[in-house]
């Protein structure tokens, strides 16, 4: 996430406002992995997970149906 989708997403109120924005954010990782042949996405859904896990909140990126790794789960890129 950018320092301007940082702030952008502390400015939104409830979760009409915060969905469209998570499902942009999500588009816009998928789209970089595809270019630079990254992982962008999947590193960033983990952080935020870890993140909202230790603030013991709920998770937003739950409800959103988020895209399966390419390779599949726990498979490592040699």
Not at 26 to 34: P, W
Not at 63 to 72: A, C, M, N, S, V
Request: hydrophobic fraction near 25%; charge should be positive; glycine fraction near 4%.
């Amino acid at each position: 996430m950018l320092k301007k989708e940082k702030k952008r997403f502390k400015k939104l109120s409830g979760k009409e406002e915060r969905r469209p924005f998570l499902e942009a954010l999500i588009s816009r990782l998928k789209e970089q992995d595809s270019k630079n042949d990254s992982n962008r996405l999947e590193r960033w859904v983990r952080i935020y997970s870890r993140k909202c896990a230790k603030k013991d909140v709920p998770n937003p990126l739950e409800k959103l149906k988020l895209p399966e790794p390419l390779d599949g789960p726990g498979s490592e890129k040699t």
